[in-house]
């Protein structure tokens, strides 16, 4: 990977739906040579996928939390994931070191739905316990490159 590859990461980052003449532009290269060089970065696995950011707020989606998960037992972090994927509200997940097995960032319209969902991980087959937080403010929010 070069600063020509990062150039094409961050303007997709930027915006997925750049034309490959724009990020030609950004990266020095020719909408050709910008199509090639992005075709190997997602065959790489560099580039995973395309996504739409989606401002949750227009969905009325304003309450944040985020949950130490606990454990039954030792399951992958593959089960874990599994279990975690099937709630929608649960918008970002990682294993992490220290007492939690996992730390989760969830969202939702209220602190009703937010507790619905919160009881929806805790009945997950390998999810012993819970630990919650909710946030008040957001004081950085970056996208990542």
Known sequence: MDSIDEEIMR???R????????IGEAAGLSAPAAKRRLDRLVATGAVRGFTA???TQTMGWRTEAFVEVYCKG???PGALGES???IPEVIEACTVSGSADAMVHMLARDI???EQAIQRVREAPVIDRTKSVIVLSRLIDRPRL
């Open 11 to 13: 303007c997709v980052v």
């Open 112 to 114: 009703t739905h937010l």
């Open 15 to 22: 915006n997925a739906r750049s034309t490959y003449a724009e």
């Open 74 to 76: 030792n399951p992958t």
């Open 84 to 86: 975690l994927g099937e």
């Open 53 to 55: 950011l989606i401002d």
